[in-house]
């Protein structure tokens, strides 16, 4: 320490410590001035300093074990992650964020102070997450918006209906899926899986581009699943078959249907980030975890029966 003109043995930010293995090298003496500062002498070169020479020769004091622990894992929560950071001005959407993985994300987001806006499919449920935010810090800025990927229409209203905020857009966060649904047909004549997992978010970046390119730095990001491995898209022949993204009733399989949608947000989130990202938006699918207990099983029984027994080996919310 050359402020204090003496060694010091603990570094001062990582906390770690150092002692001295054996004394004084050959030729050195310790000394202690009149004002009794201890400094040390080498009478070989004749020279004189106040930094302790046995620095060269310490060991680490009670070494840590290296860990292969990284920065964050399975453990981390959604604070910590943006433990430090300040997002006052930044205007963020997400689907589906009324519970599960989209409501922490809101949560968190609106606790480090984004503007955030939570797009859901049932109001009620939207305003009631609104409230638990806000029971958490009076000054959150959240606001709950109706959207539901089921239907264009829904999709084109909630898109218009954001623009007219004239705020701009920084982080568009594509959350909202069904999983083990059964098969049905949206209002537009698409499966709903489909649509609502895939088509529905497709068509709202598309709406939103605009303003996400004139806030850039912008992201999107959109939350897929490692499922995405177990489907294929391509007929024998290498094409895409388009039958096979919105199946009839008959060639339907909920988990089939589910991994397909994931596959293509994929793929989606691939070429929105090559086409968009010299205008300053990135584009990110994430894989949230396969052991993530969260209400997304809700369609049918079965599913339910199984997450409730994995439920003490999850993550929970």
Same mark, same amino acid.
């Given at each position: 320490s050359h402020?204090?003109?003496?060694? *010091?043995?603990?570094?001062?930010?990582?906390? $770690?410590? /150092?002692r001295?293995a054996?004394? @004084?090298?050959?030729?050195?003496? =310790?000394?202690?001035?009149?004002?009794?500062q201890?400094?040390?002498?080498?009478?070989?070169?004749?020279?004189?300093?106040?930094?302790d020479p046995?620095l060269?020769?310490?060991?680490?004091d009670?070494p840590?074990?290296?860990?292969?622990?990284q920065?964050y894992?399975?453990?981390s929560t959604a604070?910590e992650?943006?433990?430090?950071r300040?997002?006052?001005?930044k205007?963020?959407i997400?689907?589906?964020?009324?519970?599960g993985?989209g409501?922490?994300t809101?949560?968190s987001?609106?606790l480090?102070?984004?503007?955030?806006?939570?797009?859901c499919?049932?109001?009620s449920?939207?305003?009631?997450?609104? *409230?638990?935010i806000l029971?958490e810090?009076h $000054?959150? /800025?959240v606001e709950?918006?109706? @959207?539901?990927l089921?239907?264009? =229409?829904?999709?084109q209203h909630?898109?218009e209906?954001?623009?007219?905020k004239?705020?701009?857009?920084?982080i568009?966060?594509?959350n909202?899926?069904v999983?083990?649904?059964p098969w049905?047909?949206?209002e537009?004549?698409?499966?709903?899986t489909f649509?609502?997992?895939?088509?529905?978010?497709?068509?709202l970046?598309?709406?939103?581009e605009?303003?996400?390119c004139?806030?850039?730095p912008?992201?999107v990001?959109v939350?897929?699943?490692?499922?995405?491995?177990?489907?294929?898209i391509?007929?024998?022949?290498?094409?895409l078959?388009f039958?096979?993204?919105?199946?009839?009733?008959?060639?339907?399989?909920a988990?089939?249907?589910y991994n397909?949608s $994931?596959?293509c947000?994929?793929?989606?989130s691939?070429e929105?980030n090559?086409r968009?990202?010299?205008?300053g938006?990135?584009s990110?699918s994430v894989h949230p975890?396969?052991?993530?207990?969260?209400?997304i099983?809700?369609n049918?029984w079965?599913?339910?029966?199984l997450?409730?027994?994995?439920?003490?080996?999850?993550?929970?919310?």
């Open positions: 402020l204090e003109e003496k060694t *010091q043995w603990e570094h001062p930010k990582s906390g $770690k410590r /150092k001295v054996g004394g @004084l090298p050959y030729g050195w003496e =310790q000394e202690t001035d009149e004002n009794g201890v400094y040390f002498v080498d009478h070989i070169n004749k020279r004189t300093t106040y930094l046995r060269a020769f310490t060991v680490e009670n840590v074990k290296p860990t292969t622990r920065k894992d399975g453990n604070m992650i943006l433990q430090g300040d997002l006052s001005g205007v963020v997400i689907t589906g964020a009324n519970s993985i409501f922490e809101a949560k987001l609106a480090h102070g984004a503007y955030v806006i939570l797009a499919r049932n109001t449920r939207g305003n009631d997450a609104v *409230q638990r029971a810090w $000054k959150a /800025k709950a918006m109706t @959207l539901d089921a239907s264009l =229409q829904s999709v909630f898109a209906a954001f623009k007219s004239n705020v701009p857009l920084h568009l966060i594509c909202a899926a999983f083990g649904a049905r047909l949206t537009d004549g698409l499966e709903s649509q609502v997992n895939h088509l529905g978010h497709f068509y970046v598309q709406l939103l605009d303003v996400l004139r806030s850039s912008a992201r990001v939350v897929s699943s490692e499922s995405h491995r177990f489907t294929e391509k007929d024998s022949s290498g094409k078959n039958s096979l993204l919105s199946p009839s009733k008959k060639e339907y399989w988990m089939l249907a397909r $994931k596959l947000n994929i793929l989606f691939n929105l090559r968009l990202s010299p205008h938006v990135t990110n975890g396969n052991m993530m207990y969260s209400s099983h809700r049918w079965v599913y339910t029966l997450f409730t027994l994995a439920r003490p080996f999850t993550k929970s919310m």
